[in-house]
């Protein structure tokens, strides 16, 4: 019989777990929903130039320049003297058009870190979700989805969106173990009102203590960018699209 040719697509539940998986000759998708890689897409579909992204706190405020801003948030809030939290909206301003952004997340930015030894990363989020696909169908490495979750444990909207990956992608990538499936049939169950479906799971009940629902209802809007931000040299920038 003859070999299989589809690629395969595997999901890391958690940063705590990518020990677990092979990173070569990967293309490791991160995906943190709420809200840092939407943000990320969020900044490169509105013409942001590059973004650091940084484990340190102390490290990114040391990065603030006359040619770098500093971003991004600790337990949800702005950090003290940066110049943007992690809201997408905040990066739509055209004053960042060009810029380079020094930018540190609590599950986010970490879960990009380490990533770094794949071949290459690309950054996925429900914004740029059909050009995450197309760019993915493009290619040729099996795939790795790289979930943030919530200091080290899963959470249901990355689970959701690596299972958003595989649904798109039957036909062109085979699920490699139980997770890639379990993630499937989440997001087969969930698509038709993601909101509905995550409306008692843990991040979006502590992003509506902090009184953001506007920025939930906004990371899981599908397909708004056609832009794949990528990593090169461990800074992300915009990706190029078929
Ligand atoms: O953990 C992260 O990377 C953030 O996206 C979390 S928050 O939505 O800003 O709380």
Redo the contacts with the bound molecule.
Sequence with gaps: MAASSLKRIDVCLSPELIDLYPLENRTVVVI?I???TS?VTTALAHGVGEIVPVADLEACRGMRSAECCTAG?R??EKVDGFDL??SPFEYMNPELAGKRIAFT???????INKSLSADEIIIGSFLNLHAVVRYLKSGTRDILAVC?G?KGKVNLEDTLFAGALVHELAGDAEPECDAPLMALHLYRQAQHDLAGFLSNSS?VK??KR?HIEK?IAFCLERGKYDVVPVVRGGVIVKGNLL
């Excluded at 997340?105 to 879960?111: D, F, I, K, V």
């Design positions: 943190d709420l809200r840092a943000c948030e337990n949800g939290g992690n997340t609590t599950n986010g930015t970490r879960a943030a919530w991040h502590r992003l902090l920025d």
